[in-house]
């Protein structure tokens, strides 16, 4: 193992934490008017202008982001691994690996095995500042597991199974065997408009946008940074 993937994955749980304060508004920003250091590392991201232009953050907002996840993920990848490290920290009494492996899949926007910096802040975008439309459609990609536009039962049974093991037995109320089949048994009745069984992109932002506490969700951390 390299150093370089060494410091990686000894940081992964630093650089959790520091998303999280991200998005919850508490990260420090004393030092946001200071030069991005583009040191050497693993993987050097595309410059910021591009990726000014391509996301909704600033230049001085992407400087944060970017200090952060260099400081903590030196290489400037992410893998599969300590990404289920990330969220094995934050769910430390179910088992969080399989709801941490779909959530990888969607920000490896280019399915080769690592998440960018530019993959990072890309999703981020989306998910602080995109469109109720873009935010949608993020989500939308997560639960179509095979990528083939549409969401049917099984994909949706595997992810409502794989939220439930990532939040353990001290879930309240206790969950029932059946509750999984239950919950999608729900979301079908609700999303499946012609009830062909599967729900297509139009059908799921249709059926989110009927309701108002996805919305209050999405709308959420909005302007955080």
Known sequence: ?????????????????SVHRLVTGTLNKDKAEDELEMTVVCHR???LEQLEAQTKFTKRE???LYRGFKNECPSGL???????????QFFPHGDASTYAHYLFNAFDSGQNGSVKFEDFVMALSILLRGSI?????WTFNL???NKDGYINKEEMT???????????KYTYPVLRDEAPRQHVDAFFQKMDKNKDGVVTLDEFIASCQEDD???????LFENVI
């Open 78 to 88: 992410v893998n599969e691994d300590t990404f289920k490290q990330i969220y094995a």
């Open 143 to 145: 639960y179509d597991l």
């Open 62 to 64: 992407l400087q944060i």
């Open 158 to 168: 595997d992810i409502v199974r794989a939220i439930y093991d990532m939040m353990g």
């Open 213 to 219: 506490n996805i919305m209050q969700s999405l709308q």
């Open 1 to 17: 193992m390299s150093g370089c993937t060494r410091r990686c994955k000894l940081g992964v749980v630093m650089f959790a934490r």
């Open 133 to 137: 439309r873009e935010k949608l459609r």
């Open 45 to 47: 991201p595309e410059g």
